[in-house]
């Protein structure tokens, strides 16, 4: 992982651009990329997408520093395979499917507990 923090990252994809340029470009103000750019604040999901998807850099890399390439698949970024980068749709599509299994889950218990009281 990398020793630099969000406002080192976010500072060195803005390159020559003035806060107010960089800003303008991800829809925010020059003051929020200044507070982002020294640590007094983190980017929104919202604004860090932006940043990912205009830059071409990865949410891992932006948040944590850790380096893997921008794929629309998943991937272990190291050894142990505790870290994985996912897509924003595959992200989603999982988010769906836990919801769904969740809600499953909780008529089979419904269904049991009215079958132990007429039971």
């Known amino acids: ?27 925010v103000s020059a003051q929020q990329i200044s507070k982002i750019e020294t640590d007094q604040s983190k980017p929104s999901f919202e604004l860090a997408d932006k940043i990912c998807e205009k830059y071409g850099v990865t949410l891992d890399w932006l948040m944590r520093g850790i380096e893997t390439p921008k794929t629309e698949t998943s991937k272990p970024t190291n050894d142990s395979g505790d ?37």
Not at 4 to 26: P, Q, W
Not at 86 to 110: C, G, N, P, Y
């Open 83 to 119: 870290f994985i980068t996912v897509s924003k749709d595959e992200f989603i599509e999982l988010q769906r499917m836990a919801l769904k299994r969740q809600q499953e889950e909780k008529k089979e218990l419904e269904k049991r507990l009215a079958e132990t009281k007429n039971g």
């Open 1 to 27: 992982m990398s020793n630099s923090t969000i406002g080192d990252r976010v500072r060195s994809l803005r390159n020559r651009k003035t806060m107010a340029e960089f800003g303008t470009e991800l829809g």
